[in-house]
């Protein structure tokens, strides 16, 4: 049975290297190949390229390439209906005095692409038609041989585990989301419970820096690979569905991962204007310039770019008599990194750094590379957006989806480090639900800390004092 090789060996610098298996050239026709590259195809003709027969196995770059950008053109169980029906009249399963050689040769190779599918998008399967496919043709495949029963099951006890397993996951941020509140609420109910900061709960920002990788890796994690794609569906021209946009866009790990990022931006600002006292205050934004320096340097640029971007959010800002008091040199470094300038240049510039280091990397921390998420997702927005799915002759434009499948591919990599920091479970339960002001609420903090600069200041804090606490 072909082996699967790692994510990252599987596309080189030109995108698609076909000589990761010895495939056969094609003679079906409708695919169109310059250099031994497959630049584009007919989508029936793409589809026959994924099914294997007696001599021939997909790449795992074209399996999972198009197994990603196919979501575009069609449903997964549409498309895991026709992988079907395939090799049930190609390789003559249905027939169960078919030769018993040309079953054991094909066999294995079928249950290969299965289990790639299965492995890689996992999610696909929560809907009931692939499960009931998957399970139709994974009986077909048993019914040969013990060996292949066996093989069966465990693919089949796999994919369970991990839906039952993103289940789990989903039922735990939805608890966290149904008893979040906003942190003045809490302040006027019962002002003693709210006492706390974060420097009583971790005083150490290495500490924290580590806590943020953990939920970083965790939320990476349940991302699956087709959340990017799915997050840019539109319609195919040459589909008569109307219903098929929205009943595609599945994204809600990936929105929940950006979700995160929000509240943590909230949290950092919600910390800096908390205090009452100017000097506690300066301390709280050198501690997290402290913690953001060290997100850096393990390679969490997500968590890093959410700090940022709490400390830059205009209540923090405009707090210039704090300011005045913060040894600035390190935030100025920290915020030269990540100068949207030139589209991120000195940011991208440390993150082809950290994911060199990665490949090369011997421990579990070298091996961290988490991106600044929203410009992943712009990157891929653009790239999407910047070029045909079809070609003017009605094909696939297969040359953009090889460059779609290197950029997930890549975040798959990266997705799969494990956490090599302990865990601290007090300090994960405040970072994920302690609660945080709102934006008005962290205005108003931010006035009464340091009091309104101009008219149109002054009449945004009466309004705000009036419609939060109360007062007039």
Known sequence: MPQTPPFSA????????????????????GLYYHDNNLLSGSLEALIQHLVPNVDYYPDRTYIFTFLLSSRLFMHPYELMAKVCHLCVEHQQLSDPDSDKNQMRKIAPKILQLLTEWTETFPYDFRDERMMRNLKDLAHRIASGEETYRKNVQQMMQCLIRKLATLSQYEEVLAKISSTSTDRLTVLKTKPQSIQRDIITICNDPYTLAQQLTHIELERLNYIGPEEFVQAFVQK????????????????????????????????????????????HRARMIEYFIDVARECFNIGNFNSLMAIISGMNMSPVSRLKKTWAKVKTAKFDILEHQMDPSSNFYNYRTALRGAAQRSLTAHSS?????????????????????????????????????????????????????ECPFERDRKILQYLLTVPVFSEDALYLASYESEGPENHIEKDRWKSLRSSLLGRV
């Not at 599987?10 to 079906?28: I, K, P, T, V």
């Not at 009605?394 to 799969?416: C, D, I, P, R, Y």
């Open 365 to 417: 921390r070298e091996k961290i590379v988490i991106p600044f998420f929203s410009l992943l997702i712009k990157d891929i927005y653009f790239l999407n957006e910047g070029c045909a799915n079809r070609l003017p002759n009605g094909h696939v434009n297969f040359e953009k989806f090889w460059e779609l499948a290197k950029q997930v591919s890549e975040f798959m990599t990266w997705k799969q480090v």
């Open 10 to 29: 599987m596309f080189d610098s030109s995108g698609y290297n076909r000589n990761l298996y010895q495939s056969a050239e094609d003679s079906c026709g």
């Open 236 to 279: 195919d021209p040459l589909d008569n569905d109307k219903s098929c946009y929205t009943e595609r866009k599945k994204t809600r790990n990936l929105e929940a991962y950006v979700e995160w990022f929000n509240r943590l931006s909230y949290l950092v600002a919600t910390e800096i204007c908390m205090p009452v006292k100017k000097k």
